[in-house]
């Protein structure tokens, strides 16, 4: 099976843009969840979707939102970025909305925000 | 409020010698605790997970990890170290039932000297 892909790999946009992230899951995998990895604050949990809905949430603005598609893929969107959203931002899927999951990452966006 | 606390930011073994990742967590119920690996520039590997019945788990590449309720610690333990486990070294908890919802330790980082 091929592994959770995530596009583009690398982005560099500047202070008030935009950006919207994108993470193919796992074949057959129904929930997506997304982390912001920085060197200051590590790897923190952003929010997770699953069958279209998103289901937890962690403590981020509201600037930084997402979706599921029917096929799973889902997208993350930050807007009016700042200088602190550089981040590496990475994708997680996992098979099933019960217990007993694990998470499989895909390799991650790299975003420089100048 | 869920935490995961890993009090070595940095170890350094010899090649050969065993080695001992420490992570505490703080959670209320039933944990499912992780161990993930990162290589540089690449995403999160598991390589391990806790989800209930034995205490002790195996995971890939020798890796062995022992889940203490009574002192909220679920250590990474490997016999023999091989240079290619250079790494960093997160451990996890997830705050859902689901285990898709991760808080992650601020990592270790594992050297290997020859």
């Known amino acids: 099976k091929a592994g959770v892909t995530q596009t583009p790999r690398y982005l560099i946009k500047t202070r008030g843009q935009q950006v919207t992230l994108s993470c193919s899951p796992i074949?057959?995998?129904?929930?997506v969840s997304w982390y912001q990895q920085t060197p200051g604050q590590g790897l923190q949990f952003l929010f997770e979707y699953f069958s279209e809905t998103q289901r937890n949430k962690g403590n981020f603005p509201g600037r930084f939102s997402g979706r599921q598609f029917s096929n799973s893929r889902s997208e993350m969107n930050v807007s009016t970025l700042e200088l602190g959203d550089s981040a590496l931002y990475l994708c997680?899927?996992?098979?099933?909305?019960?217990?007993?999951?694990?998470?499989?990452f895909g390799p991650g966006t790299r975003l420089t925000v100048l | 409020a869920q935490s995961v606390t890993q009090p070595d930011i940095h170890i350094t073994v010899s090649e050969g010698a065993s080695l001992e990742l420490r992570c505490n967590y703080s959670y209320g119920a039933t944990p499912y605790l992780f161990w993930y690996v990162q290589s540089p520039g690449q995403g999160l590997q598991l390589l391990l997970k806790y989800f209930s019945g034995d205490t002790l788990v195996q995971g890939i590449k020798g890796f062995e990890a022992e889940f203490k309720r009574s002192q909220s610690s679920f250590n990474l333990r490997k016999p023999s170290v091989h240079w290619s486990d250079a790494a960093e070294y997160f451990c996890a908890v997830g705050i859902n039932q689901a285990g898709t919802a991760l808080i992650f330790g601020k990592g270790t980082t594992l050297s290997v000297s020859s």
């Open positions: 074949s057959g995998h129904r929930s």
């Open positions: 997680a899927s996992s098979p099933s909305g019960t217990s007993g999951n694990a998470q499989f």
